[in-house]
């Protein structure tokens, strides 16, 4: 038998944190002794708990140990963080310590250190200049001193969104049976607030915002200033801008619904005229496109990241072919953002939920319930599900944001 | 080997009748060959054409011959339909012809008889004053001349709308990424023509149109006279009842978004005070309801049914228990219906679908692909799905045909 | 200013009660204190807390401690409980107790008395012998006496299984993204369990068990004594009775997939042949049905409820169309289940989940993830939704059970 | 005023061609008359049939035509086609003429010539030894003669496959209701049939293959010769490791089903390690993998495509980072594949069916019937949706095919 004693602490009986370590350990065919607890006695005081963990070897144990680290259970008596440094560009050393995107803190030469940029699945190097970054794989560099194993790292727990709210809590969160104009009301109210607070808000878009009708709708929010970064791919891009050349300069119009049967070709030769001007920016300038969703990112210097996929017809020059390249690219746009808004977008969604930290507020709107599912099931539990049609809910965001 | 010339006419080619008949023919091992075809020249003319089919028996013939009336494939050489009693209260002759919803005429005594009112899988019995009605299985009695084989009855086959409009066409005719305002306009329109030549509009309502918030705009919608008819379950009357009553009695808001968490009982209290008023009319005249869509039936004089189901609590006073009696009930309101919306509704949509003529314009909207596929896959081919959010959806339409 | 304390107790860390209690509370608005608690050492060890509760009047009060006590939390000071006499047949006095399905209590002349047969959305009545139960609102009579209010009654709070299972906790707990041979085989154990223990199994089944081929599994794991209790309704009873009888008679061959095409009528052929003989049994006696489900049930005296819904065709002579009576025929096989399959049916499985314990092993088997959804935001928190294909899982039920 | 003339030919009734054209010319708002039409006698004899196409100007008529011939309607009368040399590398002339996946034929110097290699979306090449190639948009290169407009161009419009299946036709061909064991022996015959024929079988896998626990089955069509191509992404792979290294290495077993909860950074050390290694062929070679299906795919030499994507963690080093570079790799191993299998992917199926010939037999197996909805949507027309469990449907496929 081997035993560790963990502690926890925060809201840890309201954000569920100490159920889901108590679940973790027993699902692990371990066991536990609570030592001791104290609830806060007030919902805004902090609570604490001590456990002992108890396992049928150290090897369960250690693995065990290691994950309850991610659910914010940390180790009483912890010494330095343990630094190994990398011997191959792009490989971590054996035993790395792969982060959550929770607040976390790393213990070298006896001082707590907080790391900069808490993301999941990364590493954590720590600095010649003592600070603690998260850096994903593919970044390391032979030399970097990576924290190895679990001693000396202590992460929080994740704490839920506190106070009465539309967003239903531990049933079936995602249900598409709720009152949907409270929703989108709520979700108004918080990109008001994050913007009061200097806060930027991301914008994540698939096809169906276009597909739906909902384009002006978005390209109204981009022109107003509530949009400040925006991740998509090419075919959102694309269609965004064959709905306003091909609308205004075909005679086909987009109003009557029925483009869709005509011009099957029409977003290839959009394509294919924006890589004859060479960039979106450059077939805006030249009056190529005068309106819609990139148009406005353009002429407001509203920044954004079209990150290439193996199923892109053309694509358009400002898409990142490399993917690689493409999420850096989200990284580097992603300091400052309070909101992300993940607009019937599954794989640019999953993407940004990889890498925001826990503390952005994210609403996933998709008709497919299984869609918000997933990205919670990829680790990112702070995204609010909202199961409605797109169309219509942009369309809700415009009014009440910008107005009708 | 036997063999039947069967022929079809209208718009065969465009409405897929005699692809589809081609198709019926091969699934079932059996042949044909094309006698002769006429294609109309223009979209507006009808077409004909006439089919050799061969099978290598008999009975398999006869049961394709069954099957292929239902499509609008009739035998060209026909005598008087064969007329058989009935010899048992609810029970029809065996080989009874069994009905499609498509206008059909049977040929009495050398004449072809209009059938008065086509509903789907019925009898046809023939009155002693030469008129032809469908009969469903429970209603017919002892005596009754019902149409047995498929001699001397002649089905004319689906037409599908004409013109250009949003609704797409042999693909995947309810995908969820289709422009919504479009769609909501569509369905306004058809609404509107339909009131202006003089037809009914029916609503059938599931619990999700109250619980999406859509509550208020369904009311407005019977208020200002745009439905005629509507069905509904006890869920639908009692949450539409409890949000208007609970609403303002107890404080608890509706409008938060919260209430859902608060009152598990206040739908049982809300069905036990209607039952002791004895009625929904009852309880809306003592004032105990003065909101909603029930109560805008009542003001208005708009007739509805609510069927009951084995889940229900309860139930409402006016809810049939036997539904049988309620689908009686609902045959009874649907003469003059000319267009149904379905919302949110699976069992009543189904229900109503299985009542309804292949001539009504039906829409059924839901946010759940598999709701709309399940209707057209009951037989009621006519249906254009609609995949959205069904509060977000009536907003809509209120805000078209109400207003703001 | 109004207070009041409440405990909970039993496994209310992981069980999540404690949580939700809390959550509960700051949703309706109102606050808490938490006074004391204990928190059992080990995993077995039950806990206990008591919290002081204030808000802001004491109407708010009233409807937070009703609703507390729904999730297991009772106030600390309880009295007898109050009792009112019904004065008219189907209608509870004002303020009845509103039941949930879990473990309940009532204080009479200041003894606490079991509830016999808790069931969600009833009301508690005393009877003459001391005895409590609940019943449901359309079978209370004048004179019954009913529990009015909370004071006397306490409720036991939920509490989940317990130990490593492959259903997952507190996220997604319904993805289709689960080893589903897992799935199945701890379905299969907890059958096996339940029936060792002289438990009853319950299969509700939906159409789709036929239409996806699962048929004759199911009717292999009646003839083999693993379903003990059986409801459906008419769409089931019907497509298994006409895939046996249609199968063989007509020669068109179930097996080849294409039937569905061929045989629109066949459904009401075959309802319309049960009619004639008068029930199902009679057509089983009179060899008209020589296999399926149905069959098995007859032969097997499995007991079975088909109730009516208004979408019935038919309908078959066995199901009850009074869907007030099919509810009290479930409630009337119900003693004794201990584990319930939900086999891809909506409206039977909400009825059913109406009447189930707490305590019973609910599994909810369904393509469509909504509809498991469903099943639980109704208030059937015990059941576990495995969102996979009906026809393959029951077969693999089969196999595992049955043999290949 | 404008008119033209076009005709189709082939299975023109019952693959819908005819009815598709006549759908296309009114949705356009252009209208048709027909010239004539003779229809084949037996279901194997082609059709044919010439209409007049009239629209209000020429501008909408040549967006018509182009259209038309999409679907195989083509212009009777037919000059050579009009070639345009690329300015630029990347972008093709103005007014390229967009392909389908259809087979195609060019006319240059009077001479008709087959298309080589039939793909969607990309210019008509004209190479200088006289064959006409697919090329796509970024690999056209300066110089290059492109097909420009639609005149000199022929489609064959699709045909649908022939004879009775279990595949439903023109309603809702995604239902999940269908008898599942009967489409998995139909893909098995589908597949036989086409290994018999020297074809070959690609399979597009998602992680949820692994998910739900069909990896083994999986690997053993690979190790047994049933998969002659894979293509995956990242994720698929690495769960395929890690469920291979981590089930044995570390003793949480993959078969408790519990594995997803711990461990939540095991798929980072399988991708680091196989970085260390350099790729999976050679972490193969050390023995690190040990099974799986990249483990058969590297001991069988069954080539694979591993597409990057913007989401991906690491990602392993066999994964093409670049998504351009991604699918012409697929491209060069799509030669001789005759049968499709999409199993539970929806990036990578899309992806795939942008690249595959109409004739490729194409079936998408996924339990949400959204995705097999899109695929057909984004032009993939002979993709077969089967929705059901993929853990269960891949086992019955190893049962069948490999043995129990």
Redesign the interface.
């Known amino acids: 038998m081997a035993g560790e004693v963990v502690e926890v602490e925060g809201h840890i009986?309201?954000?569920?944190i100490?159920?889901?370590v108590?679940?973790?350990i027993?699902?692990?065919?371990a066991?536990?002794?609570?030592l001791d607890?104290e609830?806060?006695?007030?919902?805004t005081d902090a609570s604490r708990?001590r456990l002992e963990v108890t396992a049928d070897d150290e090897?369960?144990l250690d693995?065990?140990l290691?994950?309850l680290q991610?659910h914010g259970a940390n180790r009483v008596n912890q010494a330095d963080a343990e630094l190994v440094a990398c011997d191959?560009d792009?490989?971590?050393p054996?035993g790395?310590h792969?982060t959550?995107n929770l607040p976390t803190r790393v213990r070298v030469d006896s001082r707590w250190i907080d790391v900069d940029n808490p993301e999941m699945?990364c590493g954590l190097v720590v600095l010649d200049d003592g600070r603690v970054r998260t850096v994903?794989?593919?970044r390391v560099r032979v030399g970097d001193r990576v924290v190895v194993g679990h001693e000396g790292v202590r992460v929080r727990g994740p704490e839920r969104p506190?106070?009465?709210?539309?967003f239903?809590?531990?049933?079936?969160e995602?249900?598409?049976?709720?009152?949907?104009?409270?929703?989108v009301a709520?979700v108004v109210e918080r990109v008001r607030r994050a913007k009061e607070r200097g806060g930027k808000v991301l914008a994540v878009c698939g096809?169906?915002v276009i597909?739906?009708?909902a384009g002006p709708d978005d390209a109204a929010l981009v022109r107003h200033g509530w949009i400040d970064v925006l991740f998509a791919?090419n075919g959102f891009a694309t269609h965004d801008v064959e709905s306003n050349v091909m609308g205004t300069s075909?005679?086909?119009s987009?109003?009557?619904?029925?483009s869709?049967?005509?011009?099957?070709?029409n977003h290839?030769?959009v394509?294919?005229?924006v890589?004859?001007y060479g960039s979106i920016s450059a077939a805006v300038e030249a009056g190529y496109i005068d309106g819609g969703v990139m148009f406005e990112c353009v002429k407001r210097g509203v920044p954004f990241v079209l990150?290439?996929?193996?199923?892109?017809?053309?694509?358009l020059p400002d898409v990142y072919?490399?993917?690689?390249?493409?999420?850096d690219a989200?990284r580097y746009l992603l300091p400052g953002v309070q909101v992300a808004l993940m607009l019937a977008s599954?794989?640019?969604a999953?993407?940004t939920g990889?890498l925001l930290r826990a503390d952005v507020e994210t609403f996933c709107v998709d008709?497919?319930?299984?869609v918000v599912?997933?990205l919670?099931?990829r680790?990112s539990?702070q995204a609010l599900g909202i199961?409605?049609?797109v169309?219509?809910?942009v369309?809700?965001l415009r009014e009440q944001l910008v107005g009708p």
Not at 174 to 183: H, I, Q
């Open positions: 009986i309201d954000s569920l100490l159920a889901k108590m679940d973790v027993l699902a692990a065919g066991d536990y002794k609570v607890v609830i806060g006695r007030t919902n708990a090897a369960l693995a065990l290691v994950e991610a191959r792009g490989v971590f054996a790395f792969a959550t699945d994903p794989m593919h506190r106070g009465a709210n539309p239903e809590f531990m049933n079936s995602v249900s598409s049976e709720k009152p949907k104009a409270l929703l709520d096809p169906a597909h739906t009708g791919g075909l005679g086909v987009v109003e009557a619904g029925t869709s049967e005509g011009g099957h070709a290839l030769r394509i294919n005229e890589r004859r990150g290439g996929s193996v199923r892109d017809d053309g694509p072919p490399d993917v690689v390249q493409a999420a989200m599954t794989l640019h999953i993407a990889n008709i497919n319930q299984a599912t997933k919670s099931d680790g539990h199961v409605t049609d169309g219509l809910f369309q809700g």
